[in-house]
């Protein structure tokens, strides 16, 4: 470590200060009665800004840049900034979704954009924490803020009903985390992630069963927010009532840094309390929850006649396949799951963006019968939905197809062959649901009425979706050797 | 490496994606027939660049390796795209490029005044892009990238006609089914990561030598790769799908079912002949998967009535026999038994095309008859074609499906796994091969007419565009079989030509006499299956109705009723009962939302979802059930440690 | 591990009875229909962790470790998590309950399979 240590700690809280700062701008702009589109920019300047932090750390490639005080750590490393990356991408793509449609939608409350700037902020906290406190704080500035986001439609009994679901199993399982964060605490003294590992494979550490359960708690309360089964089931309800702006926030935004939270303690804490004796539990029970999430999520697209409903039983299919590479916990696990996050954010935010282009007002009207002959009354949208639904489904040579190898080749290096080969048999499944979506697209007669004109911001959204999701199946070295370049940083300290 | 001239072969897919892309894009304002003579110049051009480059290339041992880009770096692996140019892709390409371009023109006419005209050839040269990645990749991961590409295009060319109800869920069942054969193809990639540390298909080749003859690792992948390959070559039992994506228009059937992407599972075999040659276990497996489906599919060609449906089950056979060369080693074989297929099968997918071309779409064969003299060119090239998949002398199908007797019956790699049922099950096939290929021609082509009046009145023979590939391609039917005539008394070609790139495998030698005497056989097999034709189809009298439907199979056993019930019952009922149970579950899965949920999928479908109760508390049961669970998991192993 | 006076309660029996004061929540957010009642029993979980995290802090100073004090800062930061909480959460009640008139989580079904 080189830098003189103020620099450090600027630079690498630089995209969370940046995301705060503007949004608080944007609050401004609400209190003042700024005009909305307006809004909307400054808060897409305030990503572009926080984004040009992250990518001006990721270059540097910093090894360990962490910030410390009451023995908590913030952390700046290539991870770290890789995932706030992907944050901001997906916090970008969602914006201009909602741009497109929440004045349509009779959505456009001036909070909104300070919330979603908000709920980014606490993402990248989430992603960067290097400790059980800062975790949950990260958390909780996500949580809240979508928390509110998701009951956003007022009047809707589907959208308050989301909320609710949302907030009441959230903070269930908030509790169950804190409990977690609390036994872990006293399992190991400390809460930043270095300690506690080390604290875990000291010689004489005989605390391992209270280790554990802190271990099982905190896994079962970041399960509800990658939405591992069985704590999955408010997902579906959730992303179907939420406006679908917010769906395309939270199956993105809220999803990667769930992941790189739950990455970032199975690699240190997981992986130190597998070295000692009962340690091939968690494995084993981690596995199993994999297994479960795969089948459920696979099986229950296959049962959904809405579109916006598949896509979330999809959320929970590929949480299955992101598992895979937590299993694998280590860099290349790592690695794996920074692409496919990557990947799954342009995809999943690209089939959203199509969905709100389609559905009604009211976010209703997701029936498949409602994409029938969309190829020939708007090529444009079919084309895409296409491409990003064959990437979903894992088809080269599209992204999603390169995240499935790796995190596939990640848990069959780390000996999960078992799992890989399950992922690999329900992704055969999941043809059967994306392809019958394009099927209605391209091979059925259309009795619908003309769809209405794409909103310029939609467009841009969808296009950077497509060619990033073609971009990143044609040359996915690029990216990958980027993040790849950190190297061994997780258990680092 | 750029100034090679065989390196310039590397253009031909882009250059059928460039057509692709012209008649995907800005096919709508091009007017007929400009996009099919697009089309047909992308391809055609690639023919040209293969054929120089095949030239240039020969008397060279050394590949031509063209790189593309690095892909990714995973583990210290790098992982490069290229395509790797050597007597085996040079062949594959000619064909591919060559047959298709042929089948481009034809469409040209056979395709007239379609409303999907422009889309038609961009899917068709798509098509063509990717299967020429298939067999030009350099890496196992890059072959994955074309193997997927072509069934996405199989897919959009079987639903092609969607209009048609059931068109559309023969596309899927094709895709679904594939995507099994899929699944083997990347558990088999990760397997040879895993064990060698590589993709690529050089390294991986060599890689082999280093393991014991018979090693586990090896006849794993082995097995694999045969899951892939039985999938996209339609072996049973994945070979559900291809009778029905006859629904596509006829010449997307002579390209993709008949000739060239059904034809990759061989492709891939031969191309990693060095394991399937250090595996016997995995060898013996793929020569009985194709020596079942020989068989089998020989029987159920005798009961089809639809002019495509038997060249289909045909197919299946003939694509049997190609499995049963490469499982028993003779892997040059295996690819000129594809060659030659290639010609006559797209010949005679053609001819059926010409057919209903002629007939206002009328595809069956009881409705037929006749058709010989008023369809001369037709007629006479279908003839051709008959008699060289029925293997008589002098034809191509006569050489190579001799080679795969003699072959079968002289190897040493699946010695232990009865070689000589193999040679007694395809012998039988050839037999029946002859047969139901005479019931087709004399049903189509001769006796008295069956057409109804008004089809009747307007036969004509098909355009020019359509009837000189057919002449063609019978012209490439007789001779491609000079390219690889018995080793033991004259030059073959093929064989020293593809010896540098598949595995050595040892033959036992036999004796002159019984070389001959073999092929004495093999003209014998095809004169019989001819000739019982004959005697069932044109000597034995009836109304013609009966004769030319399923009963007449029964002219086949000395017991006729009861030989023909064993087929009905043996063959066709589970077949068919296969078929029907995969109808239903796509029919129940894939379009109901699994309401009638009798499928195994469709329960834990239901199952899965049940729980989905919608209220919150359940949720919460849910979520603290699974942390009951895993705390108690941990207390009682904590309590016992 | 316990270096303080013997007459100090110990450790456990402050963990035991925040495990059960957790299971009460627990068990209370599962059977109360009131989405009033579910918040009261989810902070009486976060509660019971607070009460473990003073307990294993107390113990950890004790133990000598200089960052056992943070135990007792992490309190503070879950009570302002747990505030803010109940605000957003109330909130969506608030909303709610204008059209509906009711509390009842059970009424919250719409959305399902």
């Known amino acids: 470590m080189t830098l003189p240590a103020d620099f450090i700690v600027v630079s690498i809280l630089g995209p969370a200060i940046v995301m705060l700062v503007f949004a608080m701008i944007t609050l401004l702009f609400a209190v003042f009665q700024v005009d909305r589109s307006a809004t909307a920019s400054m808060a897409l300047v305030g990503v572009g800004t926080a984004a040009v932090f992250a990518l001006h750390l990721l270059m540097k490639g910093q090894q360990g840049a962490a910030e410390a005080g009451f023995g908590l750590r913030y952390l700046g490393d290539t991870p770290a900034t890789a995932f706030t990356l992907v944050i901001l991408l997906g916090t970008a793509l969602a914006i201009l979704v909602s741009e497109a449609d929440l004045s349509r939608l009779g959505l456009d409350h001036p909070e909104y954009y300070p919330l979603m700037l908000l709920s980014a902020t606490g993402a990248i906290v989430l992603a960067s924490a290097g400790d059980l406190i800062t975790l949950l704080l990260g958390l909780e500035i996500m949580s809240l803020a979508v928390y509110a986001l998701a009951a956003w439609r007022q009047g809707s009994r589907q959208s308050e009903e989301a909320g609710m679901k949302y907030f009441l199993l959230g903070a269930f399982a908030s509790a169950l985390l804190i409990y977690g964060i609390a036994l872990t605490f006293g399992a190991g003294g400390r809460f930043d992630y270095a300690g506690l590992a080390a604290a875990f494979s000291a010689p004489g550490f005989d605390a391992h069963v209270l280790a554990l359960l802190g271990a099982v708690l905190l896994l079962a309360g970041l399960g509800f927010k990658v939405a591992f089964a069985p704590f999955h089931q408010w997902l579906p309800d959730v992303y179907t009532g939420a406006p679908t702006p917010v769906t395309t926030f939270m199956s993105v935004v809220v999803k990667t840094a769930a992941f790189a939270a739950l990455l970032r303690i199975a690699s240190t804490v997981f992986a130190s309390l597998g070295a000692g004796p009962l340690g091939e539990l968690l494995p084993i029970m981690l596995g199993i929850l994999i297994g479960a999430t795969l089948i459920v999520g696979n099986f229950g697209a296959l049962l959904q006649s809405g579109v916006k409903r598949m896509l979330a039983y999809s959320a929970v299919a590929h949480a299955g396949y992101l598992g895979l590479a937590v299993l694998a916990a280590d860099t290349v696990g790592t690695n794996a799951a920074i692409f496919y996050l990557t990947a799954y954010t342009l995809m999943t935010a690209g089939a959203f963006a199509v969905l709100s282009a389609i559905t009604n007002a009211d976010d209703r009207g997701d029936e498949i019968e409602r994409f029938a002959g969309l190829a020939a009354r708007r090529p444009f949208l079919a084309a895409s939905l296409a491409i990003v639904l064959m990437s979903l489904a894992g088809l080269p040579p599209f992204a999603g197809f390169v995240g499935k190898l790796l995190v596939f080749q990640a848990a069959i290096s780390a000996g999960y062959v078992a799992l890989a080969v399950l992922g690999i048999a329900t992704s055969v499944v999941a043809v059967v649901y994306y392809a019958r979506v394009i099927t209605y697209m391209y091979f059925r007669e259309s009795d619908q009425e003309t769809i209405r004109p794409l909103a310029p911001t939609l467009r841009i959204a969808v296009v950077i979706a497509v060619v990033g999701t073609i971009a990143l199946g044609i040359l996915p070295g690029f990216w990958y050797g980027l993040v790849e370049r950190g190297q061994v940083l997780l258990a680092g300290f | 490496m750029t100034q090679d001239v065989v390196s310039w072969a590397a253009l031909a897919p882009a250059l059928a994606l460039l057509g692709a892309l012209v008649n995907g894009l800005l096919g709508a304002r091009l007017r007929e027939p400009l996009p099919g003579i697009v089309a047909s110049v992308a391809v055609g051009a690639g023919f040209v660049l293969s054929l120089v480059a095949f030239f240039a290339f020969a008397g060279r041992g050394e590949a031509v390796v063209v790189p593309l880009w690095d892909y990714l770096a995973v583990s210290g692996v790098e992982l490069a795209l290229g395509f790797h140019l050597d007597q085996l892709s040079l062949l594959m390409m000619l064909v591919i490029t060559g047959v298709g371009a042929l089948i481009h023109v034809y469409s040209i006419g056979y395709m007239h005044a379609d409303s999907g005209f422009a889309r038609y050839f961009a899917y068709l040269n798509l098509f063509v892009a990717a299967m020429l990645v298939l067999v030009m990749a350099d890496s196992y991961l890059l072959m994955f990238v074309g193997w997927e590409g072509v069934g996405v295009c199989s897919y959009l060319l079987i639903a092609f006609w969607f209009k048609q109800g059931t068109n559309v869920d023969a596309a899927r069942k094709a895709y679904i089914v594939n995507r099994i054969g899929d699944a083997g193809f990347l558990l088999a990639m990760f397997l040879m990561f895993r064990t060698f540390g590589t993709l690529d298909v050089a390294a991986v080749n060599a890689a082999v030598g280093a393991f014991a003859f018979g090693a586990g690792a090896i006849t794993a992948i082995g097995l694999l790769l045969l899951v892939a390959a039985t999938g996209k070559s339609a072996q049973i039992p994945l070979h559900v799908w291809l009778p029905d994506a006859m629904a596509g228009p006829t010449p997307v059937s002579a390209l993709i079912h008949a000739a060239t992407m059904v034809t990759a599972g061989v492709y891939l075999i031969a191309r990693a002949s060095p394991i399937f040659a250090t595996s016997p276990e995995a060898s013996a497996a793929v020569a009985w998967v194709g020596a079942a489906t020989a068989l089998i599919a020989a029987f159920v060609a005798f009961a089809q009535t639809d002019i495509k449906r038997v060249l289909a089950y045909s197919t299946i056979s003939q694509l049997g026999f190609m499995f049963v060369a490469v499982g028993v080693g003779a892997y040059s074989v295996a690819v000129f038994h594809l060659v030659t297929h290639a010609f006559f099968k797209a010949l005679l997918f053609l001819v059926a095309g010409s057919v209903i071309h002629a007939l206002g779409g009328e595809q069956d064969v009881r409705r037929m008859g006749g058709l010989g003299t008023r369809m001369r060119i037709t007629g006479t090239t279908a003839l051709v074609g008959t008699l060289a998949i029925a293997g008589v002398p002098l034809l191509a199908g006569f050489f190579s499906k001799d080679a795969i007797l003699v072959h079968t019956f002289s190897s040493t790699l699946v010695e232990d796994y009865g070689a000589y049922f193999l040679y007694a099950v395809l012998l039988v096939s050839a037999v029946m091969t002859a047969g139901y290929m005479f019931r087709w021609y004399y049903t189509v082509f001769c006796g008295a007419e069956r057409l109804s009046k008004a089809t009747g009145a307007a036969v004509h023979e098909s355009p020019r565009v359509m009837t000189v590939p057919l002449v063609v391609l019978a012209v490439g039917s007789v001779l491609t079989g000079y390219l690889g005539l018995p080793a033991f008394a004259f030059p073959n070609w093929i064989e020293g030509w593809l010896a540098p790139v598949t595995a050595a495998v040892t033959f036992t030698h036999p004796a002159l006499w019984i070389e001959w005497l073999l092929l004495l056989v093999s003209v014998l097999a095809a004169a019989l299956g001819l000739g019982l034709g004959y005697w069932a189809y044109h000597l034995q009298k009836g109304a013609p109705a009966a004769r030319l439907g399923v009963g007449r199979l029964a002219a086949f056993g000395r017991s006729g009723a009861g030989f023909d019930a064993l087929y009905r019952n043996a063959v066709v009922g589970p077949t068919e009962g296969t078929a029907g149970a995969l109808s239903i579950v796509d029919r129940d899965i894939l379009d109901r939302g699994m309401a009638s949920g009798v499928t195994a999928a469709g329960l834990l479908a239901r199952v899965t979802t049940l729980w989905q109760s919608g209220f919150v508390r359940a949720y919460a049961l849910a979520m603290l059930c699974g942390v009951v669970a895993l705390v108690l998991v941990v207390v009682v192993a904590g309590v016992r440690a | ?113």
């Open chain 3, 1 to 113: 591990m316990r270096a303080g006076p013997a007459e100090v309660v110990p450790t456990e029996y402050y963990v035991a009875l925040s495990a059960l004061v957790f299971a009460i929540g627990a068990v209370g957010v599962l059977t109360r229909r009131s989405a009033i009642m579910i918040f009261l029993s989810v902070e009486l979980m976060l509660n019971a962790a607070n009460l473990a995290l003073v307990a294993y802090a107390r113990q950890w100073a004790a133990a000598g470790t200089l960052v056992g004090i943070t135990g007792q800062t992490a309190v503070f930061i879950i009570l302002a998590v747990a505030a803010a909480e109940v605000a957003v959460g109330l909130g969506i009640l608030v909303a709610i309950f204008r059209r509906r008139v009711s509390t009842d989580v059970d009424t919250l079904a719409e959305v399902r399979l």
